[in-house]
């Protein structure tokens, strides 16, 4: 982009390792917890890396190879773990891009109460995941929660699928669609209310004001929240640990579940690392994805 | 006619909402008239609104719990979320200002590298950072919950866009007043950029309070957790006492919900404003 | 793995004042503390009181359940008997949270310096080195193999040395609802498979629906450990190679548990932890659970009348799976030799209180003490009448994992009718024979 502003600033010389100096707490942190884990990481998955273990061997790429080995311990579990992980993503971000845009849009009308209506929306993301999952814990149960007490159902929504998977997931939406309501909620805001009221003169109605006013402006917005949730869903772990605990026989440990309890229970960690860099590969390709379906649309969009 | 209509259609509306709000907060409220019940009655599976007899025995008891401090923790929590938003903002905003503003050799390289990583899944970092922050002994310690996040690229890709949007003459007539760099940052381009600064407080301080898997691996001992940490403890009671739970859960719920009351107007102002635009 | 195991055995912490009430019951002659030094000296601790400069000790234990009031009050004993010079700082966590972060916790030097951990636990522990000998407190306290179940007293061998000073015993049991059984005539619980089965067919038929809840997690492993076991089988081969659960025996075992969701006396699918809250609120006849919820029923359901008798004989030969609490010294303790001596000395005082500990619902370690009037008289002890039938999962490094991966998995899929009880065992026993050969592996040297 052009910094057209910014040549007007460079009146007077700066020493050249000013800049540096801006840059230099950041880039401490981020050389020891981002660059060096990074690299450590893959170091760690070439071994077999025990903590309290001092003979550390080097094992190549074989913590991998067992990841692809359908009759390894570690690579059946894997790929159950991937396939949760994969589920619940897939089924999870939708609903939190549609429910929380159509939050958003009834909370941007003005009406009394809005404030109230809208902190109610946020409150479940207040309480945090332990609090939240223990909750449901208690209310999902099959035989005595009170869920099925009341919907006179007998779905057991923590030990058996599907229901493990719905109740997950309506925790998950129940949970977090504030937060990305008050998002998309900032983004209405932004968008210029001369757009509708020439919008509306021209005669255009509500759908059609909504294709194509809201939906464009909402764009930038959309895109963080869509890559936002997907990260999210695919990093959920407390949700299943605390409340189905992987039930029905780890069909709902994710992988991150699976990663974190791998290297830092059972400290096997250099397995847990080539878990978390295989895993890695597909959010940063589903991560590629989203991005370049955001920017079709936008040339699409600027092109007609 | 046509306003009759509209106010029912109103009153309509407001009446679906209503009922929609009821039945989403009644969790919440199954869970404040939970932590009012006895032990017993907590336990009991038949469904419950109106606890009977209603007491505070498990405030009581939780408040002077040695095993489930959850003062301890809320105060954990908010010195953990407070020191990482804090954090981040002190070491997020020089950088992204240099990055926006000042021409040197490397920023483009600088830049790329560091925005590379917001597409690096955090869980890559889960085990080597476990062993790094094990190497610094900060393992069960606030440092462990605070700073390792911090080397987040977000801030500063999130700060650096915001910069570029100030227009440069502020700059420009600081400088000729006399300013150096860290005047001009500090009294000048910090100020206007305030509300792109309470929004990534907020939201490093929300995504650092609803942090559990980390603070679960990385704190030990009871008196060192965080409250989602403290409170997943619950899990592994094999009769989990929710009447205590609950408890601990308003404890530590009531507050932020206040704050967020109080804010909320100021969080999404601040969130509109300060370009999540791209 | 242990996570349940551990919660559970949170419950067993009671057990752990028992222990030490055992420990000190059995202390025979030797009087610590109180100025009688202890018999030969071993090693480096001889049993006299602890001389050296101030020390702070972190103690780690998992007792959160009814358990944990008792052991918080022997340890503030202790610390006002010896705070001048030693000063105890007792940290209580699920032992599912403690397990994993201990190792760590002490390589960091955060962690404890002594601890109370599970039989099951001592030789991965000791093969990670997390753990230093106490050859020399065994000696000072005169313990004898002769004075304890076989089985917990070899858990603290690994590799020659002896890393542990047994607490207690606890063990699953079988609890009833008296005014069920009642109704249908009954004043005792069903001791055979025959009478078990009638009993609940009996109790279906007055109107209890589901009178037995068939668990899929804690505590099913330890219900399918205790039948293999009835039904002749045994979990791990001598060498420690090969999983031996998978046999006709743990097919047997497994498919009675299955059968009873089959007949009806179990709901399906029962979620974590329903059937006991379940047996809490009256809707439950009969339910296997540990001793160490002794306490919480009485405490947190004070209006259910309930009895506790051993686990019935289902396959022929009574057997019920068993465990006992530990203290150990940590590695962290070691770096510093008056830690180390403090340490000693207070798991010597600790395991001469084990009457007291006994009070608290544990069945103390030492057959001594379990002869005490005192002690013999708690309903516990009833259960350890016959010492033959507490059967304990083998002292293997890194058997927690197999556990955990193979064994827990297998019943799980079983009990939720995800596969065949011979599928699942087929499955678990594949993969825990990997595992066994990795851990072999691993922890040799």
């Known amino acids: 982009m052009s910094v057209p502003t910014a040549s007007g600033v460079r009146v007077r010389r700066m020493r050249p390792w000013t800049p540096w100096a801006f840059l230099a707490p950041y880039l401490l942190l981020f050389a020891v917890f981002m660059a060096l884990p990074i690299g450590f990481g893959f170091w760690t998955s070439l071994h077999e890396w025990d903590i309290n273990v001092p003979a550390k061997p080097f094992v190549g790429l074989s913590n991998y190879a067992d990841l692809f080995d359908p009759s390894s311990v570690d690579g059946p579990r894997f790929w159950t773990a991937m396939k949760a992980t994969g589920i619940f993503t897939v089924f999870s971000v939708p609903l939190l891009i549609v429910l929380p845009l159509l939050v958003a849009l009834l909370m941007n009308g003005r009406f009394r109460g809005r404030n109230l209506y809208r902190a109610v929306y946020f409150a479940p993301y207040v309480l945090g995941v332990a609090v939240v999952g223990l909750l449901w814990r208690f209310l999902l149960d099959g035989n005595i929660g009170l869920v099925n007490h009341y919907l006179g159902l007998d779905v057991q929504w923590t030990t058996d699928l599907p229901g493990a998977w719905v109740a997950l997931i309506g925790v998950t939406v129940w949970w977090t669609l504030g937060l990305n309501s008050v998002i998309f909620l900032a983004g209405l805001q932004d968008i210029p209310r001369e757009l509708y009221e020439a919008a509306m003169v021209d005669g255009a109605g509500a759908w059609h004001r909504f294709r194509a006013i809201t939906l464009p402006g909402l764009r930038p917005v959309t895109l963080f929240v869509v890559n936002a949730t997907i990260l999210a869903s695919a990093n959920m772990f407390g949700q299943s640990y605390l409340i189905t605990v992987g039930a029905p026989a780890d069909q709902t440990k994710t992988a991150i579940y699976l990663i974190a309890e791998t290297g830092l229970r059972q400290f096997d960690m250099g397995t847990a690392s080539a878990m978390s860099f295989v895993l890695a590969a597909f959010l940063m390709a589903a991560s590629g994805l989203v991005f370049g379906a955001f920017r079709n649309r936008r040339t699409a969009g600027d092109t007609a | 006619m046509r306003t009759e209509l509209r106010g029912l259609r109103r009153s309509l509306l407001h009446l679906i909402l209503a009922v929609i709000a009821a039945l989403y907060l009644s969790p919440l409220v199954y869970m404040a008239v939970t932590s009012l019940k006895t032990r017993e009655g907590a336990g009991s599976t038949t469904p419950e609104w109106i606890p009977r007899p209603a007491t505070l025995d498990a405030y009581r008891e939780i408040l002077g719990s040695t095993d489930f401090p959850v003062v301890t923790w809320f105060v954990n929590s908010v010195a953990a979320a407070t020191g990482h938003a804090v954090l981040v903002l002190v070491t997020a905003a020089p950088a992204a200002y240099a990055l926006a503003r000042l021409d040197f050799r490397g920023r483009r390289a600088a830049f790329a590298v560091i925005v590379a990583t917001l597409f690096v899944p955090p869980v890559v970092l889960l085990v080597p950072n476990f062993l790094i922050v094990n190497e610094l002994a900060w393992v069960d310690s606030l440092p462990a919950v605070i700073v390792p996040a911090a080397a987040g690229a977000f801030g500063v890709f999130f700060l650096r866009q915001f910069f570029t949007t100030l227009p440069g003459e502020l700059e420009e007539a600081a400088e000729l007043d006399g300013c150096n760099r860290w005047q001009t940052f500090a009294r000048v381009v910090l100020p206007l950029a305030k509300p792109a600064l309470v929004t990534l407080f907020v939201l490093s301080f929300l995504s650092n309070w609803n942090d559990f898997l980390w603070p679960l691996f990385v704190l030990l001992s009871p008196e060192s957790l965080t409250l989602p940490a403290g409170l997943g403890n619950f899990q592994g009671a094999n009769s989990i006492r929710y009447d205590l739970l609950m408890a601990g859960a308003m404890i530590a719920s009531i507050p932020v919900l206040l704050l967020y009351l109080v804010a909320q107007r100021w969080i999404i102002e601040g969130i509109s404003r300060s370009g999540l635009k791209g | ?445």
């Open chain 3, 1 to 445: 793995m242990t996570r349940s195991l551990s919660r559970r055995s949170f419950l067993g912490l009671t057990g752990a004042t028992g222990l030490a009430a055992a420990l000190s019951a059995c202390g025979g002659g030797t009087k610590l503390g109180a100025g009688g030094a202890a018999q030969s000296p071993a090693a480096t601790f001889s049993g006299g009181e602890y001389t050296g400069p101030k020390v702070t000790l972190d103690y780690w234990n998992g007792f959160t359940g009814g358990d944990g009031p008792h052991m918080r009050a022997m340890v503030d004993a202790f610390n006002k008997a010896f705070g001048g010079r030693i000063e105890v700082r007792n940290v209580t966590r699920q032992w599912a949270d403690l397990y994993p972060a201990m190792p760590t916790a002490i390589a960091a030097g955060k962690g404890p310096d002594v601890a109370v951990i599970h039989n099951d636990w001592i030789s991965t522990f000791a093969a990670r080195r997390v753990l230093v000998p106490l050859d020399d407190v065994v000696g000072a306290l005169g313990l004898t193999e002769s004075d304890f179940i076989p089985a917990v007293w070899k858990a603290g061998e690994y590799d020659g040395r002896r890393y542990s000073v047994p607490l207690d015993v606890h063990c699953l049991g079988d609890y009833w609802n008296t005014g069920h059984l009642g109704r249908i005539g009954l004043k005792e619980a069903p001791a055979d498979g025959a009478a078990y089965a009638e009993a609940l067919k009996g109790l279906k038929d007055a109107g209890i629906e589901h009178p037995f809840w068939m668990p899929n997690k804690w505590p099913a492993h330890l219900m399918f450990m205790s039948l293999v076991w009835q039904f002749g089988g045994q979990l791990y081969s001598e060498d420690g190679l090969r999983a031996l659960w998978g046999s006709d025996a743990g097919e047997q075992a497994l498919a009675w548990m299955v059968e009873q969701i089959d007949k009806g006396f179990s709901p399906a699918k029962v979620a974590i932890d329903s059937q006991y809250a379940a047996f809490k609120n009256g809707q439950v006849s009969l339910t296997w659970d540990g001793i160490w919820q002794i306490n919480d029923l009485k405490t947190n359901a004070p209006n259910l009348k309930w009895e506790l008798s051993p686990v019935p004989d289902i396959g022929g030969t009574p057997a019920v799976w068993s465990a006992s609490h530990n203290f150990v010294l940590t590695a962290q303790a070691g770096r510093d030799g008056d830690k180390m001596q403090a340490a000693k000395f207070f798991v010597d005082y600790m395991s001469k209180q084990s009457t007291e500990w006994a009070k608290a619902g544990m069945i103390p370690a030492r057959n001594s003490v379990r002869q005490e009037p005192e002690v013999a008289a708690l309903p516990q002890i009833a259960l350890a009448r016959n010492l033959d039938v507490f059967h304990f999962i083998p002292a293997l490094p890194g058997v927690g994992d197999v556990q955990t991966k193979a064994l827990e998995l297998a019943v799980a899929k079983a009990v939720l009718k995800q596969a065949s009880p011979a599928d699942a065992l087929k499955e678990g026993v594949a993969t825990a024979d990997k595992l066994l050969a990795d851990n072999k592996r691993k922890y040799a040297q």
